[in-house]
Nanobody
Framework: QVQLVESGGGLVQPGGSLRLSCIASEYTLDHYNIAWFRQAPGKGREGVSCITGNEYTFIPHSLKGRFTISRDNAKNTVYLEMNNLKPEDTAVYYC????????????????????WGQGTPVTVSS
């Protein structure tokens, strides 16, 4: 059982930046694909990035240039760097993990992940 804890959310003005962290209880985090999802009020959950243990990354085209995902396996932590934030980025952000040893790609589909954190809220407003 992998436990995930997100942090770093909060209130930010449009154009600002935030870095979210996802700390995992699993000491072999490099055997896991990790993804970030978000859920805006009244909407479904949307995948925003993913990373494999080998650091292959995927960011949807609509978010490229603003969102970056990275990992520090020594710290059991995955980060989501968000820049030039917009009001439509307001959502609860979740990280998720799935054991995929040696994976060469990752997915931003919810069904691809077994373990989920509780989420951290991000509000972009002036």
């Amino acid at each position: 059982q992998v436990q995930l804890v997100e942090s770093g959310g909060g209130l930010v003005q449009p154009g600002g930046s935030l870095r979210l962290s996802c700390i995992a209880s699993e000491y072999t985090l490099d055997h896991y694909n990790i993804a970030w999802f978000r859920q805006a009020p009244g909407k479904g959950r949307e995948g925003v990035s993913c990373i494999t243990g080998n650091e292959y990354t995927f960011i949807p085209h609509s978010l490229k240039g603003r969102f970056t995902i990275s990992r520090d396996n020594a710290k059991n932590t995955v980060y989501l760097e968000m820049n030039n934030l917009k009001p439509e980025d307001t959502a609860v952000y979740y990280c998720a993990a799935d054991r995929q040893v040696g994976a060469v790609f990752c997915t931003v589909l919810e069904a691809g992940y077994e373990y989920w954190g509780q989420g951290t809220p991000v509000t972009v407003s002036s």
